[in-house]
């Protein structure tokens, strides 16, 4: 019947259904069946009252959107449509350029039974409080709370606000404690994920350079003093993308400036599960004055299908990020709540961050090497002790964009570390995911890599 359509002129007017059961030998049921596809496709139209014609074929031109930019107008800051880490390339290529850990990383079977629960609980019908489940910001309380030396007083669940993924936390305490055009205190480089959470909240980046051992607190007060900022964005454990870990000399260095000034600190500890050669070591658990507002995810180590973090936070700050939570997405979703408390309180989690760990350092050592190996004309400013990433420094006359396009010409795909940086950048830098999967292709994404960067030299 189709064939027939695209034969006939348009206008043609199609016989009957009763015409065409006889005509095809097919039934009534099938008949009418095939019309209706035929009408949903735009093949046939119905002119009641008078039968079914072929319809006529409407010339296609492009759609112009081009009224939309006038009616938009210019956007307040530039955001990028889709950053490196988030990319999806060619299924049969290395990347390197995530920002997640492979599968095989995470605690899958826990995961699954954890839904499975989940959806059989009542947590999957009902309604959860703005600041979640009292489970489940008991047990982040408590995991701070063993963090907190003697003689300090520990949060407790009622300080905990869990969130729909750290990122809407970032926003919500940018939104809350900054404001917009205001200025916000930030490590360079940072997460790029920061900078983005900042564009959006309209504040106003200030850059403090941090190196491996983290910001040199003279640099930070120094910040502090000229631009009266009253909060500053950190990541003390593993940075993203350095690695660093702040000692705990620095910790109390930091907090001195930060006290001293009245003023926040954003505890940013997005890899506390991801510790190799040391653990992490919340810098909110030095604090019980109100100064840190202690951000932690669990969705990188649990699952990134299962976007859970939480924000604790004391005194009215807290209350001030509640009620932004509140008017931004009213609550999370109880189901995912009830499944990743499930998962964190088995028995097996612990067993499985021991076994994390021990292959966190065979990949990392495993990518370490391949590029000592194979791209000698590049360094490591160190090996990191936690996270999932290498930062590595590139000559200075490296082109970054061409590099990455002609590694992912070769399969292997790359994070040019330009978006990394709040402001210029200090280098020429590429952030490396070893903890991405196909571990046994390190060596060769490494050839290609040195191989690209010797072309340019």
């Known amino acids: 019947m189709r064939q027939w359509i695209a034969g006939a002129p348009p206008g043609a007017q199609l016989p009957s259904n009763r015409v065409l059961v006889a005509q095809y030998g097919a039934s009534p049921v099938t008949v009418a069946s095939a019309m209706r596809t035929l009408r949903g496709l735009g093949l046939i139209e119905t002119r009641p009252g008078v039968g079914t014609f072929v319809r006529a074929t409407r010339s296609s031109r492009s759609p112009d959107y081009a009224w939309q930019t006038a009616a938009l107008g210019s956007p307040r800051a530039r955001i990028p449509v889709l950053s490196a880490p988030m990319r999806y390339g060619a299924p049969d290529a290395v990347a390197l350029h995530s920002g997640y850990p492979a599968r095989e990383l995470l605690p899958h079977r826990l995961v699954r039974a954890a839904l499975t629960r989940a959806a059989r609980s009542e947590a999957a019908l009902s309604r959860s409080a703005v600041t979640g489940l009292p489970d489940l910001q008991a047990w982040f309380a408590q995991e701070l709370a063993e963090a907190v030396p003697a003689g300090r007083s520990a949060p407790g669940p009622r300080d905990v606000v869990v969130l729909p993924g750290s990122q809407s936390g970032l926003s919500s305490a940018f939104r809350a404690l900054v404001g917009h055009?205001?200025?916000?205190?930030?490590?360079?480089?940072?997460?790029?994920?920061?900078?983005?959470?900042?564009?959006?909240?309209?504040?106003?980046?200030?850059?403090?350079?941090?190196?491996?051992?983290?910001?040199?607190?003279?640099?930070?007060?120094?910040?502090?003093?000229?631009?009266?900022?009253?909060?500053?964005?950190?990541?003390?454990?593993?940075?993203?993308?350095?690695?660093?870990?702040?000692?705990?000399?620095?910790?109390?260095?930091?907090?001195?400036?930060?006290?001293?000034?009245?003023?926040?600190?954003?505890?940013?500890?997005?890899?506390?599960?991801?510790?190799?050669?040391?653990?992490?070591?919340?810098?909110?658990a030095h604090d019980d004055d109100g100064h840190v507002i202690y951000?932690?995810?669990?969705?990188?180590?649990?699952?990134p299908a299962m976007r859970v973090a939480a924000v604790i936070a004391r005194g009215p700050v807290r209350e001030r990020i509640v009620a932004d939570r509140g008017a931004e997405s009213m609550y999370v979703s109880g189901a995912l709540q009830a499944a990743v408390l499930d998962v964190v309180t088995q028995p097996a989690w612990r067993s499985h961050l021991r076994d994390l760990r021990a292959q966190l350092r065979q990949r990392r050592d495993h990518l370490v090497a391949c590029?000592?190996?194979?791209?000698?004309?590049?360094?490591?400013?160190?090996?990191?002790?936690?996270?999932?990433?290498?930062?590595?420094?590139?000559?200075?006359?490296?082109?970054?964009?061409?590099?990455?396009?002609?590694?992912?010409?070769?399969?292997?795909?790359?994070?040019?570390g330009t978006e990394w940086f709040p402001a210029e950048p200090s280098g020429r830098y590429l952030r490396l995911n070893f903890s991405g999967p196909e571990p046994d292709r390190f060596e060769e994404a490494a050839r290609v890599i040195g191989r690209s960067l010797r072309r340019q030299l």
């Not at 997460?191 to 190196?211: E, K, L, N, T």
């Not at 006359?397 to 992912?408: G, I, S, Y």
């Open 295 to 303: 951000l932690r995810s669990l969705t990188k180590s649990v699952s």
């Open 181 to 284: 055009g205001q200025p916000l205190l930030i490590e360079s480089p940072t997460y790029w994920g920061a900078i983005i959470a900042a564009a959006q909240a309209g504040v106003r980046i200030v850059p403090v350079p941090s190196g491996v051992e983290g910001p040199d607190p003279d640099e930070l007060a120094r910040a502090f003093d000229d631009t009266g900022a009253r909060v500053f964005y950190a990541q003390p454990n593993f940075a993203n993308p350095t690695g660093a870990q702040w000692s705990t000399e620095r910790v109390e260095q930091i907090l001195d400036v930060v006290r001293t000034r009245k003023a926040f600190l954003i505890d940013d500890n997005w890899a506390h599960d991801f510790g190799i050669d040391s653990t992490s070591r919340p810098v909110a």
């Open 371 to 416: 590029l000592a190996d194979h791209v000698n004309v590049a360094r490591l400013e160190q090996v990191p002790p936690g996270g999932l990433h290498l930062w590595l420094r590139l000559p200075d006359q490296t082109d970054l964009d061409r590099l990455v396009r002609d590694c992912e010409a070769e399969k292997v795909l790359v994070a040019a």
